[in-house]
């Protein structure tokens, strides 16, 4: 069934066009990644599927569920169940994970008009999913990020993830900066998490997280604002050995 449906996506930030015409479908149950050089916009097709307000859509479409996201406020994108894990997680002192994590579970079921969440039934999860992350007992009630290296903001991020239980996944260089011990980390949560109703999108500069990926995928190449290759795994044992510039120059 087809969740995300992008269609000849042009996106441009003040006065610059960063996308180019970006046609991508995702089914429930797919995973995609989303590779590409420097500046060729992978954070920025992030950024717009989730509904950062400060980028322009100019020309194309976005459809979730069928429904039309382009007048659709971040907000309402979480609660259709789009969750975005950033690049670089800010960092909110004074603000508990376990509180955000509560406050954030039953604004969706707010949004979705469901009944609230109990309190321990929260509690609940958190437990169970910290434990298979291996997190540290107090790391919930720690700020949020505040202090963090990058390997807990990434262990974070996937945390929350499994927490919201969102539709659609966006993982924008997660794997960036993490040891192997964090890696391995990380890819169990994925793994986890990855079933035939949700989808996951991944962004990353390296094939060693597709290495501990369980489920199959499709690599998409995105260069200067554009898809211009797809493959399968086979394609980032070549990237890794190659570089882009095979694939750059077939396409000029």
């Known amino acids: 069934m087809l969740l995300l449906n992008i269609e ?12 180019k015409g970006i046609n991508l479908k995702i089914n429930r149950g797919e995973t995609h990644i989303i590779m590409g050089p420097n500046a060729s916009g992978k954070s920025t097709l992030a950024a717009i599927i989730s509904g950062r307000e400060e980028y322009n859509i100019d020309k194309g479409s976005i459809y979730f569920s069928n429904k039309n996201l382009k007048y659709s406020s971040p907000e309402e994108r ?41 309190s321990k039934d929260i509690l ?5 999913i910290s434990s298979f992350l291996n997190l540290d007992k107090n790391f919930i009630y720690r700020f949020l990020n505040d202090g963090f290296s990058g390997g807990e903001k990434k262990k974070n991020e996937i ?8 539709t659609l996944s966006i993982l ?15 890819s169990k949560g994925i793994n986890s998490f990855k079933n035939d109703k949700n989808s996951i999108i991944i962004i990353t500069h390296y094939k060693r997280l597709l290495d501990y990926l369980t ?15 797809s493959g399968d795994k086979k ?7 190659n570089g882009y510039d095979w694939i750059i120059k077939k396409k000029i």
């Open 8 to 19: 000849n996506l042009h996106v441009s930030i003040d006065g610059k066009k960063i996308l």
């Open 78 to 118: 979480a609660y259709l169940g789009i969750f975005l894990s950033f690049q670089n997680p800010i960092e909110i002192p004074g603000l508990s994970i376990i509180n955000f994590i509560k406050t954030s579970i039953n604004s969706i079921q707010k949004g979705r008009k469901l009944k609230k969440i109990s």
């Open 124 to 128: 609940l999860k958190i437990k169970k």
């Open 159 to 166: 945390f929350q993830m499994m927490m919201l239980n969102p």
């Open 172 to 186: 924008d260089e997660v794997d960036s900066g993490l040891d192997i011990d964090a890696l391995r980390l990380i």
């Open 215 to 229: 489920s199959d995928f499709v690599i998409h190449i995105l260069h200067n604002g554009k898809i211009i290759h």
């Open 235 to 241: 394609l980032a044992g070549k990237l890794e050995k």
